[in-house]
């Protein structure tokens, strides 16, 4: 049974960090992606960031790149997004997930199959 467990979502100002983990267990990682997406009421769930467990490869949304950084341990089942200089428009529910993704569609929330049950991150101005 696959099961992602999300940890470490909060409020924070403008121009703060924050951490965000998910725990995996029971998910094959050979070829496999697991990474995270965020949703705001009324709009659809954006692809934020995800790594490729075989190659270590990752993917940004062009609205987070360069603020934060996702990586993976060396059992490739924790996934940590680190989110730094972090902006109200950033504030939403962040949901790890995880499957056997095409890569060239890494942001399309069908391409997974687990999801965990969400992570509300909060950052005022």
């Not at 409020?11 to 951490?19: D, E, F, H, N, P």
Request: aromatic share 12%.
């Amino acid at each position: 049974q696959v099961q992602l467990v999300e940890s470490g979502g909060g409020s924070v100002q403008a121009g703060g960090s924050l951490r965000l983990s998910c725990v995996a267990s029971g998910l094959p990682y050979v070829r496999n992606y697991m990474g995270w997406f965020r949703q705001v009421p009324g709009k659809e769930r954006e692809g934020v960031a995800v790594i490729s467990a075989g190659t270590g490869s990752t993917y940004y949304a062009d609205s987070v790149k360069g603020r934060f950084t996702i990586s993976q341990d060396h059992h490739k089942t924790t996934v940590t997004l680190q989110m730094n200089s972090l902006k109200p428009e950033d504030s939403a529910m962040y949901y790890c997930a995880g499957g056997m993704v095409n890569g060239a569609a890494w942001y399309d929330e069908r391409e997974y199959r687990y999801w965990g049950q969400g992570t509300q991150v909060t950052v005022s101005s």
